[in-house]
Nanobody, 116 residues
Framework: QVQLVESGGGLVQPGGSLRLSCAAS????????MTWYRQAPGKERELVAF????????NYADSVKGRFTISRDNAKNTVYLQMNSLKAEDTAVYYC?????????WGQGTQVTVSS
């Protein structure tokens, strides 16, 4: 079955960096677009970034453009989100998602808190 497991979240000071990972299993990872979302307290879940199946194309929300970088390692079935210059408003639970043509699959999320 499809499984997505996020890791790498934590508490970081404003201006700091974190790298999130999402380990995937149960499907042909290299065939699918992978997406990162986030959900802050009291807000709707929002798309952060996505990457094409072979990694040649990426897209970002305006709020993270220039600060976050999405990448993937198809040999390791893992997608990453490098987050630099973090701000308090980046505080959220971060999720990875895959759509396999029939339905969406989500990980359990990893908490990122940006605070001094």
């Amino acid at each position: 079955q499809v499984q997505l497991v996020e890791s790498g979240g934590g508490l970081v000071q404003p201006g700091g960096s974190l790298r999130l990972s999402c380990a995937a299993s149960g499907f042909t990872f290299s065939s699918y677009v992978m997406t990162w979302y986030r959900q802050a307290p009291g807000k709707e879940r929002e798309l952060v970034a996505f990457i094409s199946s072979l990694g040649g194309s990426t897209n970002y929300a305006d709020s993270v453009k220039g600060r976050f970088t999405i990448s993937r390692d198809n040999a390791k079935n893992t997608v990453y989100l490098q987050m630099n210059s973090l701000k308090a408003e980046d505080t959220a639970v971060y999720y990875c998602k895959v759509h396999n043509g029939f339905k969406d699959y989500w990980g359990q999320g990893t908490q990122v808190t940006v605070s001094s």
